[in-house]
């Protein structure tokens, strides 16, 4: 248990002395994961909507094919993304293997799947005679779509928070695609990793307790947005 | 923001709304690609350095590369996995050199010409250790082979923590069990298919022994119940070498990158750098330099 305390105590002492390597390694996290759930969601709205409204052949298996992605494992995820991304593979050339770029995509498969399934399960606890009413008090495509997105807000902004969670905590895809690269791919969750391989437990525990912190914030932030206007 | 929204404003107040997400969206997209590749818009090519995990973990890298990359220009993308996968990846042109630390293995691919132009850069020796009360007795054994040892291990049953990764360290392992002549397996033997450093917190756990490099030993053993039990055996050297690609059959690796970069690894500044490497932190150094020795036996 001492670990625990000492460790504790680094992670104070890293975020007080502003420990530039630690802030570089936070920042990069909050922007790779940012970027992943920020795709996700331009991405993962459309489909997830299109899904909950749409009717079409196919639309079952797709949904299922939805609901299984929301628990891909992030490890399969880097596997697929390393063999697209190698230079023997068809992405190659690219050279986008071993930066933050490959793991910005790495995540956003990983997230993308989790908004989508969210969103779609928004989408549909709105009862479909909401919908019908609105059509008949005259509303345009598109004010129906936007107006039921404001009514699925609440769940949205939960899927913004998984998907965003998912990732930022995510460390096989993370690793393989990015290398976990000192000062270019090295994230809160591969650093961790890393700190414990060499047996630097307490850097270690310091890093876990950045990241839980981090996590924190961004959904507290993200609750408030969500709560603000709750009834 | 606080007052209420009319109906009739609705088409309106969607066409403001609706970019705020999309721009935020935007904002990020840019961050992402802001992060591509911190020094690619310098004119050299990166280069890709697929290395054991031992030069990692241990520092060493954090080293070396940054003395490269000021003395070239070339930005490097150094990529800390196993032995085996490093040549993997070396092989089939996903990397541009590979520094690795398994001889027999190296001369395989040298073999087929996959890899080519392999250099000695440096040694240092493998370890065997065990739990303090060394329940199978390696300490009293009169003579300090690293082969009988493990036989002896073998035949009491002592519990054996095992790599299990095609890492440097695992195909050395298997190499000694081949010369005790002993097929490993059963209930005494443990395999943990990770690093040294979590396999020797395992072999602490379960009271076992396991064969470390002395770099990553020496960086635990103040929290592992594990001691050195067996020594200086010559066929526990530890003995890296750097390679590259073919670049014919692997026409995507940056050529001139990696030859740079395998220059430089055997050069004095980086041997020199290899020779200091650890000394303050240790006490010892966690690696002996070889450019242009021998080739040892």
């Known amino acids: 248990m001492a670990l625990v305390w000492d460790g504790l105590r680094q992670a104070l002492g890293l975020l007080a002395g502003g420990d530039a390597d630690v802030f570089g390694i936070t920042l990069r996290s909050l922007e790779i994961s940012g970027a992943a759930t920020c795709l996700s969601l331009l991405l993962g709205i459309p489909l997830g909507v299109a899904l909950a409204l749409g ?45 933050p770029i490959a793991m910005v995509l790495a995540q956003l498969a990983i997230a993308a799947p989790i908004v989508t399934g969210l969103t779609l399960a928004a989408i549909q606890q709105i009862p479909d005679r909401f919908r019908l009413q609105m059509r008949g008090l005259g509303a345009s495509r598109g ?7 404001r009514e699925a807000r609440l769940p949205m902004l939960a899927a913004a928070m998984a998907g965003f969670g998912g990732v930022i905590s995510e ?52 609750t408030w947005i969500q709560q603000r206007r709750a009834p | 923001m606080g007052q209420p929204r009319l109906a009739d404003r609705g088409r309106q107040g969607d066409r403001t709304r609706w970019p705020a997400p999309a721009v935020a969206g935007l904002v990020l997209l840019g961050l992402g690609l802001r992060l591509a590749a911190p020094g690619d818009g310098a004119a050299a090519r990166a280069v890709i350095l697929a290395t054991t995990t ?49 001889p027999a293995l190296e001369r395989e691919y040298l073999g087929t010409g996959v890899l080519i132009d392999r250099r000695l850069v440096m040694h240092n020796d493998f370890v065997l250790v065990g739990p303090p009360a060394d329940p199978a007795g390696i300490r009293r054994r009169p003579a300090g082979r690293a082969a009988g040892a493990l036989g002896q291990i073998a035949r009491t049953g002592s519990r054996f923590v095992s790599r299990g990764d095609r890492s440097g360290t695992h195909l050395k392992e298997q190499a000694l069990w081949k010369a005790a002549g002993v097929v490993p397996g059963g209930d005494w033997y443990v395999e943990s298919g990770q690093g040294m450093g979590a396999t020797l917190t395992i072999a602490s756990e379960k009271r076992a022994y396991t064969l470390t490099d002395r770099g990553t030993f020496l960086a635990f053993q103040k929290r592992v119940e594990l001691r ?5 055996d010559p066929a526990l050297a530890n003995v890296y070498h750097v390679l590259r690609p073919d670049p ?15 220059d430089f690894l055997v050069s004095p500044a980086a041997q020199a750098t290899i020779e200091t490497f650890g000394v303050e932190l240790y006490g010892a150094p966690l690696f002996f330099p070889d450019a242009g020795k021998p080739e040892p036996k």
């Open chain 1, 55 to 99: 009717r079409f052949p196919g639309r079952g298996l797709a949904i299922s094919l939805v609901n299984t992605g929301m628990g891909l494992p992030p490890v399969v995820v880097g596997l697929f993304v390393s063999i697209l991304l190698w230079r023997s593979g068809p992405f190659g050339f690219l050279e986008w293997i071993y930066t």
């Open chain 1, 143 to 149: 004010q129906l779509l936007w107006v039921l997105l």
């Open chain 1, 171 to 222: 460390v096989g895809a993370s690793l393989m695609v990015g290398g976990n690269i000192r000062g270019q791919t090295r994230v809160l969750t591969t650093a961790t990793v890393l700190a414990a391989s060499k047996g630097n437990f307490d850097v270690a525990i310091a890093l876990s307790v950045l990241l839980l912190a981090i996590m924190f914030l961004v959904n507290a932030a993200l």
């Open chain 2, 54 to 102: 031992s030069t990692q973990d241990s520092g060493l890298l954090d080293v070396l590369v940054p003395l490269f990359e000021r003395r070239t220009g070339y930005p490097v993308r150094a990529v800390a996995v196993g032995t085996g996968a490093a040549l993997k990846l070396g092989a089939d042109g996903n990397a541009d050199v590979v520094l690795v630390h398994a």
């Open chain 2, 228 to 232: 050195i039990v067996l020594e200086g």
């Open chain 2, 248 to 262: 014919v059959r692997a026409p995507r690796v940056n050529v001139a990158g990696g030859r740079a970069l395998e």
